[in-house]
């Protein structure tokens, strides 16, 4: 045990009176843990934020689409763009499943609208939906103030609107927003709801929404070709049993043979989250890229500023071996060194990589979480990438001849 205290602070000792060899040697290797500690913190961050966010829908509900809603990779646009539309006849065909709790059909506008009032307006980023009450439940709305859309809503026609928290601080700062009048195009509207605050996903705010009863929206806007089928299942476990029924159902609507793909697109909370770890996948194999040719870039330094140091003390080593040192004291003391240095270099990349990350959520509000794992991960890659890259000129230091090394000047 004294000798392998003895030999760490001999190498800990040589590595200090080389500090700014010693640091240069490091650049590599601080790049490399500073590398995976930063990135898998933005990635672990993101990750547990977006899982929070992405979950838009209510539970137990799924989307059906003419357009995918959110995709990663390349995608034959030309094809999608030909897809036939999504009718509200489809949809109401869908309330018959055994598994379909709710349905919400709801049409929107191509570009985001303003409302206003005669003394203000919103800026032109309000997202328009001309819905039915089945909304709410659908699109995990929750009502903050006032009221939803019911059916006395559609079947009268009423031009009333429920709107998101944003639009209500912008236009009604410092009074009672549900029975005052808002304009949509010109339009009268007369606010019944406020919804709860939904807060915000990679900065862009949920809360800049409003919903109209789909007649009053045709009247205002036109009628749209096609809509968004939003469908809730009847339990949260039953949404995969649902998508089937529902993806069957619609196929044999729209007439297609079974050896035909599917014209439309569906997507769940469960698909967003997927998406993100396939993204998230993409994000680490880069990160695992740049980690491993940084590490080879150190390594290499690390063996260069090792032989160099063998070198230097070629006389110290003949001069221990002719004192009594065995060959494994010199092999251990110089992977020590390796080691030790990597090891020093992984550190200061931990600190600096957690300093990124942190600075990085304090000053922009980007999500971070520095794991344990990526920690442990960097401290043992630089460590294991000292030993792999030391083990050369501890081998070369612990073969050489006392006699002719004590000769060297």
């Known amino acids: 045990m004294l000798k392998i205290i003895d030999t760490i602070e001999m190498a800990l000792g040589t590595l200090r009176g080389n500090i700014l060899r010693s640091v240069l040697t490091l650049l590599g290797l601080v790049i490399a843990a500073a590398t995976v500690v930063a990135m898998m913190s933005f990635t672990e961050g993101l990750k547990v934020k977006l899982s929070t966010d992405f979950a838009q829908l209510g539970a137990g509900a799924f989307q059906v689409q003419k357009w995918p809603a959110m995709s990663f990779g390349p995608r034959d646009w030309r094809k999608i763009e030909k897809r036939a539309d999504l009718t509200r006849e489809q949809g109401e065909a869908l309330r018959e499943l055994p598994h379909i709790k709710a349905v919400s059909i709801e049409e929107y506008p191509h570009t985001p609208e303003k409302i206003s009032t005669?003394?203000?307006?919103?800026?032109q980023n309000v997202d328009v939906c001309g819905g039915m009450p089945d909304y709410a439940e659908a699109n995990g709305v929750t009502?903050?103030?006032?009221?939803?859309?019911?059916?006395?809503?559609?079947?009268?026609?009423r031009r009333v609107v429920f709107v998101g928290a944003d639009i209500a601080d912008r236009l009604f700062p410092d009074e009672e927003p549900i029975g005052k009048e808002v304009r949509l195009r010109g339009v009268p509207f007369e606010i019944i709801g406020i919804a709860q605050r939904k807060g915000s996903i990679m900065g862009q705010s949920k809360d800049g929404f409003a919903v109209i009863p789909w007649p009053a929206y045709e009247r205002t806007f036109g009628k749209s070709r096609n809509t968004n089928i939003a469908l809730v299942a009847t339990d949260p476990a039953d949404v995969p049993v649902a998508i089937d029924e529902v993806v069957a159902k619609l196929r044999k609507i729209r007439g297609l043979s079974p050896q035909d793909e599917n014209d439309f697109?569906?997507?769940?909370?469960?698909?967003?989250?997927?998406?993100?770890?396939?993204?998230a996948s993409m994000v680490a194999a880069a990160t695992a890229g740049i980690c491993l040719l940084a590490l080879l870039v150190g390594g290499i330094g690390i063996m260069n500023i090792m032989l160099v140091s063998v070198t230097e003390r070629t006389r110290e080593i003949g001069v221990r071996m002719a004192l009594g040192a065995r060959r494994n004291r010199i092999l251990s003391q110089f992977l020590v060194e390796s080691v030790a240095l990597s090891f020093a270099g992984g550190a200061l990349g931990v600190i600096l990589g957690g300093a990124i990350a942190l600075s990085a959520r304090a000053l922009f509000e980007v999500p971070a979480i520095i794991p344990t794992w990526a920690v442990l991960l960097s401290l043992g890659l630089t460590a294991g990438a000292g030993l792999l890259f030391g083990i050369y000129p501890a081998a070369r230091a612990s073969k050489l001849d006392p006699v002719e090394a004590m000769r060297t000047e």
């Open 118 to 123: 005669r003394e203000k307006a919103t800026k």
């Open 143 to 157: 009502v903050g103030t006032g009221r939803f859309l019911v059916s006395t809503d559609i079947e009268l026609g």
């Open 265 to 279: 697109d569906y997507y769940s909370n469960e698909t967003s989250a997927s998406l993100f770890n396939d993204l």
